[in-house]
């Protein structure tokens, strides 16, 4: 049973083309992230939805528009792709408000744009 | 704004043996978790532990156990009897407590354990 996941886990992709990311999440949380990971492996918060609602984005440029059409989904779409968009794009979920709580990560989608 | 600084770019230690991995942290705020996750080549991200604040007592892991040092703002990791599988980038990562909706998680850049047969 995958708790989160992602769709595709590869891409390649030309400069200026509009790619989009889909995350599913089937724990019941509320919340989700978009984090994304460069080339030197840091980690980094983009946005986070709380019940379909934005809650954070982290100035990310407009290219990027995250899209929660239910609590479970949190897509990602990237228009006119730059060669600095190419990395590791991360989902994760969790339930903030309970004690302990642990963020869930996906697989990761690889995106490399040439 | 919360930091967290990972100062071991690298470390390797022996099949066997015992390793400690070094994370401080900073932040104004008396209320917050911390993690520890490891990503291995298939670059999942697994959490390994997970340190709230307001308990005193270290937490453990099977194999792995932390040192909280609250005032310090010091969360090191320790891995027991490492095992060839334990090779993996390790992250330390800081979460806020409670108030507000910001529950993003900040990480350090990663400490790279090589685990040597």
């Known amino acids: 049973d995958t708790a989160v996941s992602q769709t595709p886990k590869y891409l390649v992709t030309q400069m200026g083309n509009d790619k989009s990311i889909k995350c599913e999440q089937n724990?019941?949380?509320?919340?989700m992230y978009w984090y994304k990971q460069d080339s030197k492996k840091f980690l980094k918060i983009m946005f986070s939805?709380?019940?379909?609602?934005?809650?954070i984005n982290e100035t990310v440029p407009n290219r990027f528009s995250p899209k929660s059409p239910d609590k479970a989904h949190l897509n990602l779409h990237i228009n006119s792709l730059e060669l600095g968009d190419s990395a590791v794009y991360f989902c994760?979920?969790?339930?903030?408000?309970?004690?302990?709580?642990?963020?869930?990560f996906g697989p990761g989608t690889r995106l490399l744009v040439l | 704004a919360q930091t967290v600084t990972q100062s071991q770019p690298e470390m390797s230690v022996q099949e066997a043996e015992t390793v400690t991995l070094s994370c401080t942290y900073d932040?104004?705020?008396?209320?917050?978790?911390l993690f520890w996750y490891k990503q291995p080549p298939s670059r999942q991200m697994i959490l390994v532990i997970r340190?709230?604040?307001?308990?005193?007592q270290n937490a453990t892991e099977n194999r792995f156990s932390v040192n909280f040092q609250k005032a310090a703002k010091s969360f090191s990791l320790k891995i027991s009897d490492s095992q060839l599988g334990d090779a993996a980038m390790y992250f330390c990562?800081?979460?806020?407590?409670?108030?507000?909706?910001?529950?993003?998680?900040?990480f350090g850049k990663g400490t790279l354990l090589t685990v040597n047969p």
């Open positions: 939805y709380n019940n379909k609602e934005l809650i």
């Open positions: 932040t104004s705020e008396s209320d917050y978790y």
């Open positions: 990562a800081y979460r806020r407590g409670s108030g507000g909706s910001n529950y993003k998680l900040t």
């Open positions: 340190q709230e604040a307001y308990k005193q």
């Open positions: 724990l019941g949380h509320d919340t």
């Open positions: 994760a979920s969790s339930q903030p408000l309970r004690r302990g709580e642990t963020q869930y």
